[in-house]
Each structure stands twice: as C-alpha cells, then as structure tokens.
C-alpha cells in the first residue's frame, strides 16, 4: 500500500467505513424487524459517533509541518455548526407544526 499523505487517507478510508456502518445499520433493521426490537435513535448516533471515532483513530497524517504554526479556525467552525444546526432546529419544528395541522 502506498504512503498516504494528508487528507487522502480520509478520501482512501470512508468509502469502507460507510460501507461499514451501512452493514450494520442494516443488520440491526432485519433484527429489529425479525424480533421487533424497539430501536432507538439514540443508538444510531452511537453506532454512527464509533464508527466515525474508529476512522479518525486509524488514520495517520504524513505532511511535512509547515515552518508557521498553524490552529484550527475554531470560531468560524462553531460558528457554521450553530448556524446549520439552528436552521436543521427550526425547520424540524416547523415541520412539526405544519405536519399536524
């Protein structure tokens, strides 16, 4: 296998881990269906945050550092999560509203 340098080791591992996490999202549903286990959400997003975790673990980064430090734009990060998240928020509950009416 060749070295993999920077972010290619994402691009050269997520397709298997969602390949993965595909897999066994669908052998919960056939046990879910078969033994009509009530599964909830919250599992999944468990399921989902190991697989994820799992990937970020194995991965290794082989970049030669950059003579500057460099950081995270972490404003700007949380800045985006909040704004998408409020939009995901508010259109579930209008979607709540709407849908009952």
């Known amino acids: 296998?060749?070295?993999?340098?920077?972010?290619?080791?994402?691009?050269?591992?997520?397709?298997?881990?969602?390949?993965?996490?595909?897999?066994?999202?669908?052998?919960?549903?056939?046990?879910?269906?078969?033994?009509?286990?009530?599964?909830?959400?919250?599992?999944?997003?468990?399921?989902?945050?190991?697989?994820?975790?799992?990937?970020?673990?194995?991965?290794k980064d082989r970049v030669k550092p950059s003579p500057q430090p460099e950081s995270w734009k972490l404003a700007e990060i949380f800045t985006t999560g909040v704004i998408l998240g409020g939009h995901l928020a508010m259109m579930t509950v209008q979607d709540r509203l709407f849908s009952y009416k």
Do not use: E, R
């Open 1 to 59: 296998m060749n070295y993999l340098i920077g972010l290619s080791v994402l691009d050269h591992w997520f397709p298997l881990t969602h390949f993965l996490l595909i897999s066994v999202l669908a052998a919960w549903f056939y046990v879910a269906l078969i033994w009509q286990f009530d599964f909830p959400p919250f599992m999944v997003l468990i399921i989902a945050i190991l697989n994820y975790g799992t990937i970020m673990t194995i991965s």
